[in-house]
């Protein structure tokens, strides 16, 4: 695994990190802007603004990732509730998502505060070459004194190529650029160890490990326009605090309250470490070509031993991909361990199976005297199971 390039000395646990956060990503779900009825809410984006703005003013660099498009859109095109088909919705997508950009424009002008919207696909962030362009860009918004408004391009993202969820892409903008913390706004004010509907449900103040979520029960959104309910807050919160930024939740009227440090809300501890932009991206965004399976002895000695993968530890190759792309690392059973940059094609493995690289370098010739995977060009991963990606 690479070493990474920042780190700090303990977990973040405090909640006044929020309030001296230098660059902080905020995100707000829809049902906290919209009106239910399919029209943006003047008051509620105003009430928002207001609280970003003054963590603007104090020296925060603010990037406000905003759901709320499809929720926005469906009134102005004639439609009684949320549509459920994907070309409806990317309409609705495209007529909300200019309607919540004039309202931030106004408000946030309110604060002398310009915006820009920025809208991304998945794609933006899985490919390299784009995943650095998105963060130049942001980075420069951001150094100019500009609030970027993210949201995913709903109107031309399809099924396959969609994030589908605002919280995922909050933390992975956050990794992108690099940010302090995550804040993410929803109509519910905290993490309850059950539905918050169900009768007894207690709020979680503090999550400090995975293991705190044992006993947590998730359910699906309370609202007729939040998609993902609990579950994406909480992947993205795992996705942020592995990547080192400390990641908080509450409601969007309990943003001032959160900001000020009170007891509110549910506060998630970074892990200790800062991974490098490119170890959340080989974890998290990048897409990979294919699947590289290894015996239980590889298997350890690259999560354990950190070593680099040799042939010697290859039982099968899978997909089509060259030097240089990402693939997945499966022990025998088909559990993804770990991620890599390849350094051979899908083509050259299957010769090089099972065997030494003195072997190799014999057989083949100097140039294949070189690792699989280097250890610094791997991310290990924990407890997945499935594949996000489809190979042939
Ligand atoms: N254990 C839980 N704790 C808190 N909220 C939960 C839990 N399980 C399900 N929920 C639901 O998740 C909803 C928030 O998700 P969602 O509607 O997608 O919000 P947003 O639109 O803000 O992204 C809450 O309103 C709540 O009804
Ligand atoms: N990108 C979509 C929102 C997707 C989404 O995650 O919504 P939400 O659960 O309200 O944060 C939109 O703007 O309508």
């Known amino acids: 695994m690479s070493t990474p390039n920042l780190s700090t000395p303990n977990p973040v646990t405090d909640r006044s990190t929020l309030r001296d956060a230098r660059r902080i990503v905020v995100k707000v779900g829809s049902s906290s802007l919209t ?57 609705a997508a495209a007529v909300g998502q200019s309607r919540l950009m004039a309202q931030y424009s106004e408000s946030f002008w309110k604060h002398s505060i310009s915006v820009a919207q920025v809208l991304l696909t998945a794609e933006d962030l899985m490919r390299r070459t784009q995943y650095n362009n998105a963060f130049r860009s942001l980075n420069r918004l951001l150094n100019l004194g ?17 994030f589908g969820d605002n919280d995922r892409l909050a933390a992975l903008a956050a990794s992108v650029v690099k940010a302090d913390a995550l804040l993410l706004l929803s109509d519910v004010d905290a993490l309850y160890d059950g539905p918050p509907t ?15 979520l044992d006993h947590v029960s998730v359910g699906d959104s309370g609202s007729a326009v939040g998609t993902g309910g609990m579950v994406t807050k909480l992947q993205a919160a795992s996705i942020a605090t592995d990547a080192g930024i400390p990641t908080f939740l509450t409601s969007a009227d309990n943003a001032q309250a959160a900001i000020d440090g009170e007891d509110v809300g549910t506060w998630f501890d970074s892990r200790g470490e800062r991974k490098s932009a490119r170890n959340a991206w080989l974890e998290h ?29 290859l039982i099968g190759v899978a997909g089509t ?30 010769t090089m199976v099972g065997k030494s690289t003195r072997q190799l370098r014999n057989e083949l010739g100097p140039e294949y005297d070189r690792v699989v995977i280097h250890t610094d060009d791997a991310v290990i991963v924990k407890q997945t199971s499935l594949s996000r990606d489809h190979y042939d």
């Open 321 to 350: 991909f060259e030097s240089g792309d990402v693939v997945e690392v499966v022990n025998s059973e088909g559990i993804v361990v770990a991620r890599g940059l390849t350094n051979y094609s899908a083509n050259e493995l299957p």
């Open 35 to 91: 009106d239910g009825q399919g029209g943006v809410s003047i008051p509620a984006i105003d009430a928002l603004t207001r609280v970003v703005g003054q963590l603007y003013h104090s020296g925060a660099q603010v990037v406000l990732v905003s759901s709320g498009a499809i929720a926005a859109g469906f009134k102005p095109l004639g439609l009684a509730k949320r549509p459920k088909d994907l070309a409806t919705q990317q309409a």
């Open 285 to 313: 965004m990048a897409v990979s070509r294919g699947r590289i399976m290894i015996d239980d002895g590889a298997v350890e000695a690259i999560t354990v031993r950190h070593r680099s993968l040799l042939p010697a530890g």
């Open 198 to 212: 169900r009768s007894g449900a207690r709020r979680i103040a503090n999550v400090s490990a995975e293991a705190n």
């Open 146 to 162: 500009v609030i970027p408004v993210v949201n995913e391009n709903d109107a031309v993202a399809t099924h396959e190529i969609r």
